[in-house]
């Protein structure tokens, strides 16, 4: 039953007639704790309605425009079919992984190829989770992303059908990364709302890339929710691909939240889509924690990229890192709001922050602000932001050694992009991301020859 | 034909209205060393910029014949191709290039240019090792991103090693001895040494006459001012360590 939504209606009104209409639908009445948010968050998100750029938070990044297009919304358990070459084309060649797909937000079991498992260890639909573990959902569901403050968080919350479920039990290590691949297909312009739930035990350890695609294009909106729970001494190591087409766009929101001594390492890659915003906030709440944060947008065309970071660092002890870099080309734009707040208690902390920008060209723009909020005496806390073009005389070094104009450029921006490649730890992944920026680089000069 | 002929030439910086070079005469040949010597801020790096192809720089004046063909049409990279490097006074540090990335598609930019094969991976490495030795820089280091870190007389001997890799027909040093302890200006000056030849000639850039102890230049050049005001063989260089830039200056003005 997909429902179209009236644009002759407010943006706010249209979600509310739609909840309406679906109600009783989707994960509804499988899993009581999904379900009985559903109702506060659709209640919620009437009182706030769709963020606009008079709000501080999204004032560079005016997501309304985005929101108020008449999409489809899928809200039926069925999913268009899609090719398996088509499938084909997007995975990442020699990766060895547990492959999970999902299809406008709902795990398609005919194209996973999740394998062998080790003992309790749990890659499925949400929906199925809802089901099969309840109490797991029910600990964490609705946890750690907050929707009070958070329209789109709350929309995704009202709405929530299904995504992707990882759970890797206490103690257990999962060797080979889970790949989740993303999958849009739609006819019509479409929105979907995935949720996603990764819960990882104390001493458990995994790898989860997610890789972002559309295979259509029609324009697509898609509001994702991820939650992340790391206990004691786990470690989650977690990687976003976005390489949507230029017709897509979305809200992205994590929220990660983590135990003594325990690492969560998450990296996100941005090489597409008309707007693109990017939620994550990490919540260290233990000693001994370690959070790294990482980010590379490549801006073209009339691209917008949009990443607000918060970590909250609410016990001692703990260390972040972050390090968010863009490039931007054309008239793309990117915006970058990284937040670390230090609480009042949380002493000998060490959180470091850098966003580093190369603008490429006159119509492009970034806009930077990097907050600290310290309440503690004794941390270590350092940010910094710049902003500039490439190195020119680096460049004229390279030319003058015989590298062409546009070689020297496109080493000089492969450098610039190297200390966040170099973070992703897993080699076939490393090796397609690399490929693809030097493919982005490339395009950048040959446009203009 | 002379390798490099530098007639009447005038140089100004783009978008202000200073001239630096006002009128320089040189004449160079593959087989010969020349030295360039003079006090600071007489347009020394300016010519070996204009040299290698920098474009902040505006001919206004004159020519520059390499090979007998104009070098002012060429690009930064198609000089090189053609056998000029210019081994920098500063050389750039470049974090996340790798040394040994970035050297290996400039050798082979130039081999291709010169019509020779591609270097393999294997060959390549020979070469960098065997290159190496030569300025006694370390192997290691070639394994890093380009003068990330490297010590001001590793700086150096890393210019001079990549003018050992690439081979040109034009080598221009400019001041590569400046900063260098005893025992690296020894091995910089050793290494430029060896590669001296019949078919290379060689500008070399300095503020000492020691240097030219160890590389003996055949002919010797005075700038001041943007102008070359005294030419002469070795004996010139020590002359003007005895005597000082103000005797050069002093003839130059009485002169004009
Ligand atoms: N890009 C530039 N813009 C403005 N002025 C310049 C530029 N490059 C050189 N100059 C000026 O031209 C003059 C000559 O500079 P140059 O660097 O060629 O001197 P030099 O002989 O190499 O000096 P040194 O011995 O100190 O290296 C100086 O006055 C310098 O300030
Ligand atoms: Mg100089």
């Not at chain 1, 260890?121 to 750690?144: F, M, Q, R, T």
């Amino acid at each position: 039953m997909p429902t179209t939504l009236d644009t002759s209606a407010p943006a706010k009104d249209r979600f509310l007639s739609a909840f309406e209409m679906s109600n009783g639908q989707a994960l509804n009445g499988k899993n009581a704790s999904i379900s009985s948010h559903r109702e506060a968050a659709i209640q919620r998100f009437a009182e706030l309605g769709v963020p606009t750029n008079k709000l501080e938070a999204w004032k560079y990044t005016d997501i309304s425009k985005i929101v108020d297009r008449e999409y489809t919304l899928p809200l039926s358990m069925n999913v268009p079919d899609v090719d398996a070459s088509d499938l084909d084309d997007v995975l990442i060649e020699d990766l060895d992984a547990h492959r999970v797909v999902t299809v406008n937000g709902r795990v398609h079991n005919g194209l996973s190829d999740i394998g062998t498992l080790p003992d309790g260890v749990v890659v499925s639909s949400l929906a199925d989770a809802g089901a099969n573990h309840p109490d797991i959902v029910e600990a964490h569901y609705g946890k750690y992303a907050d929707f009070e403050d958070e329209a789109m968080t709350a929309l995704n919350t009202a709405f929530v059908q299904d995504g992707l479920f990882v759970y890797v039990p206490s103690g257990t290590a999962v060797e080979k990364p889970i790949y989740a691949v993303h999958l849009t297909v739609s006819d019509a312009d479409v929105m979907i709302q995935p949720r996603h739930l990764f819960v990882v035990e104390d001493g458990g350890i995994a790898t989860i890339i997610e890789m972002q695609h559309t295979l259509t294009d029609a324009r697509v909106f898609t509001n994702t929710v991820r939650e992340a729970y790391v206990g004691a001494r786990g470690n989650l190591d977690h990687y976003i691909g976005q390489v949507e087409s230029d017709a897509s766009s979305q809200v992205q929101t994590t929220a990660a939240y983590h135990e003594d001594n325990s690492v969560f390492s998450t990296n996100t890659i941005t090489l597409s889509g008309e707007m693109v915003r990017n939620n994550l906030t990490i919540t260290p709440d233990g000693e001994f924690c370690e959070s790294n944060l990482y980010g590379l947008y490549l801006g073209k065309d009339q691209m917008h990229v949009d990443n607000q970071t918060l970590v909250d660092h609410v016990h001692a002890d703990c260390v972040s890192n972050e390090l968010y870099k863009n490039v931007l080309n054309d008239a793309s734009k990117g915006v970058f709001n990284g937040k670390v707040f230090v609480r009042p208690d949380s002493q000998r902390i060490n959180a470091y922050q850098s966003n580093k920008s190369i603008v490429l060209s006159n119509e492009a723009n970034m806009y930077t602000k990097p907050e600290l909020e310290i309440y503690a005496d004794d941390v270590q806390c350092s940010h910094g932001a710049t902003s500039g073009q490439l190195d020119e005389e680096g460049i004229f070094y390279l030319r003058s050694r015989g590298l062409s104009e546009k070689r020297a450029r496109i080493l000089m921006l492969q450098a610039f992009a190297q200390d966040i490649v170099d973070e992703i730890r897993v080699d076939a992944l490393r090796e397609h991301m690399t490929h693809r920026l030097r493919e982005r680089f490339a395009s950048y000069f040959d446009r203009s020859e | 034909m002379a390798l490099l002929e530098v007639k009447n030439l005038h140089v100004s910086v783009e978008d202000e209205d200073i001239e630096i070079l006002k009128g320089v005469d040189l004449t160079l040949d593959t087989g010969e060393v020349h030295a360039i010597m003079g006090p600071n801020g007489s347009g020394k790096s300016t010519l070996a910029a204009v040299l290698a192809g920098r474009e902040e720089y505006v001919v206004t004046q004159g020519e520059i014949l390499y090979d007998g063909e104009d070098l002012l049409e060429l690009e930064a990279e198609e000089r090189a191709e053609k056998g000029v490097f210019l081994a920098f006074q500063y050389p750039v540090e470049l974090p996340g290039v790798s040394m040994t990335n970035f050297l290996r598609e400039a050798v082979n930019a130039v081999r291709e240019a010169r019509g020779e094969e591609e270097l393999g991976a294997g060959d390549f490495l020979k070469l960098v090792r065997e290159r190496a030795k030569l300025v006694d820089l370390s192997a290691d280091l070639t394994k890093r991103s380009v003068n990330e870190g490297f010590s001001g007389g590793e700086k150096k001997r890393n210019e001079i090693f990549q003018l050992a890799m690439l081979e040109p027909r034009l080598a221009i040093l400019d001041e590569t001895d400046s900063g260098l302890d005893i025992d690296a200006l020894r091995q910089v000056s050793d290494g430029v040494n060896k590669l001296r030849s019949d078919d290379r000639g060689f500008l070399v850039i300095t503020h000492y006459q020691r240097l030219l102890d160890y590389i003996v230049p055949d002919h010797v050049h005075v700038m001041v001012d943007g102008r070359v005001v005294r030419s002469g063989d070795k004996n010139l260089a020590v002359q003007l360590e005895e005597k000082g830039y103000e005797w050069v200056r002093e003839e130059a003005a009485a002169a004009a």
